[in-house]
């Protein structure tokens, strides 16, 4: 079992920057460390769908993106801190959704797979115009 916890949203004006946190516990002892979870941003915008954000595989070796977020958005963990972050630069309005950080144990996790075993509750990205 994976407990997953994300922050650092809020709300920004086009243009500016955010960094999103997502510190992955392990809940079971003797199990793989959460370094060994691929994980994936997804983001849900009021009306629409959740769609795939971001991935970065085991030991971070594979990133994926979303074509909506490419070259602003930049996917990294810090397996000392079991902390997956997304740094997003140049925000849009149609960036604004709550984004959930998400872990399973396959290797790595494709633009557009969301079958993923275990989600964090979200953290709210407003961007305003």
């Known amino acids: 079992q994976v407990q997953l916890v994300e922050s650092g949203g809020g709300l920004v004006q086009a243009g500016d920057s955010l960094r999103l946190s997502c510190v992955g516990s392990i809940q079971t002892s003797g199990g793989r460390r959460f370094s060994g979870y691929a994980v994936g941003w997804f983001r849900q915008a009021p009306g629409k769908e959740r769609e795939f954000v971001a991935s970065?595989?085991?030991?971070?070796?594979?990133?994926y993106y979303a074509e909506s977020v490419e070259g602003r958005f930049f996917i990294s963990r810090d397996h000392d801190k079991n902390t997956v972050y997304l740094q997003m630069n140049s925000l849009k309005p149609e960036d604004t959704a709550v984004y959930y950080c998400?872990?399973?144990?396959?290797?790595?996790?494709?633009?557009?797979?969301?079958?993923?075993?275990?989600w964090g509750k979200g953290t709210l990205v407003t961007i305003s115009s």
């Open positions: 998400a872990a399973d144990e396959k290797y790595s996790v494709q633009p557009g797979d969301s079958a993923m075993n275990y």
């Open positions: 970065i595989s085991w030991g971070g070796a594979t990133r």
